[in-house]
């Protein structure tokens, strides 16, 4: 099977994305009890290099994709954008043709997702998106696998309630509902919907996707309740964001308005007293650190899948 680009979850199809939960889940277990910088038994990606170009910030991803790699027998090198000759003017092309005589893989988070496609079209190793504008593939995959940890069951069937800015990691979800059936509920003020191209798409595939302005009316019930930052790296609007979003902070009567056994999740770093109130980020329906944990699982198997290893 030949190496493949993620570049959106919905490269995996429904198919690929269950099998990449199932595999990270069995890989996770498997290694229980192991020094996070064992590797593996079978040490699938052995003399296997990942490189991890970042143009934004990172904690998380940047961390468990070199733990990803270490894990799976293989290698990353992570490079900031600033100190290649890409931020003196070389091309897209001819860096992401450089890339491919050097190493394996490569994870991207770029400011522009249409650079990441760039990068993809000319490279000749599976590209993989680390978030960019449009999208974080990646997050979603961990934080699939941290809900069926959570809940005991398939997310299949679950139900999702997004509350906050339709933003990328929210376009994210709403290709995970289109995919695996989950119904999702997203609440955002004016003007911050999510993008109209994936709605459409995860509704083409049966997804019931319901979109409001209450954040209590996408609770109410819920099994997951998901946030996001209200001012995300480069928005520079922050002034308005913050007054648009006063009645979108996940607070402990919210989660009280959800299923019995619902669980939060932010993709970090969160703004406390913004988005979500310390009482719940830190409170017993929080997932966030299990969240932040299964990136390094959830990209192992993102990992295989690009490289042709896992169905």
């Known amino acids: 099977m030949g190496a493949r680009n993620l570049l959106n979850l919905s490269d995996l199809g429904p198919g690929g994305l269950r099998r990449v939960l199932d595999h990270a889940r069995a890989r996770k277990l498997a290694r229980k009890g192991l020094p996070h910088g064992a590797a593996d038994g079978d040490a699938p990606l052995a003399g296997h290099v990942l490189a991890s170009l970042f143009e934004k910030p990172s904690t998380r991803t940047r961390l468990s994709f070199d733990i990803a790699m270490r894990q799976l027998g293989g290698e990353a ?13 070389e091309s897209i092309d001819d860096t992401a043709r450089v890339f491919s005589g050097f190493v394996d893989a490569v994870m991207i988070r770029a400011n522009r997702h249409a650079d990441v496609e760039a990068f993809a079209r000319a490279a000749s190793v ?18 699939l696998l941290t809900v069926e940890e959570r809940l005991g069951r398939n997310a299949d069937g679950t139900v999702w309630a997004w509350v906050g800015d339709g933003n990328n990691v ?91 056994n619902a669980i939060f999740l932010h993709c970090l770093p969160a703004h406390r007293g913004e988005e979500v109130a310390d009482s719940v980020i ?20 993102l990992l295989l899948w690009a490289l042709g290893k896992l169905g």
């Open 77 to 89: 090198i992570t490079v900031a954008a600033g100190d290649l000759q890409l931020g003196r003017g």
């Open 126 to 143: 599976p590209v993989l998106n680390g978030l960019t504008d449009l999208s974080h593939p990646c997050q979603i995959a961990a934080d």
């Open 170 to 260: 929210c376009n994210s979800i709403v290709e995970a509902a289109g995919l695996l059936g989950f119904q999702l509920r997203i609440a955002h003020p004016e003007g911050y919907a999510p993008d109209a191209g994936f709605i459409a798409a995860a509704r083409a595939r049966g997804a019931e996707i319901r979109i409001s302005a209450s954040p209590e009316e996408a609770g109410a019930g819920a099994d997951v309740v998901v946030t996001d930052t209200w001012v995300s790296m480069g928005d520079t609007d922050a002034d308005s964001r913050l007054r648009d979003f006063q009645a979108y902070q996940v607070t402990p009567l919210l989660m009280g308005l959800a299923g019995a």
């Open 282 to 301: 830190d409170g017993p329906q929080s997932a966030v650190w299990d969240e932040a944990a299964n990136r390094v699982h959830a990209q192992k198997a």
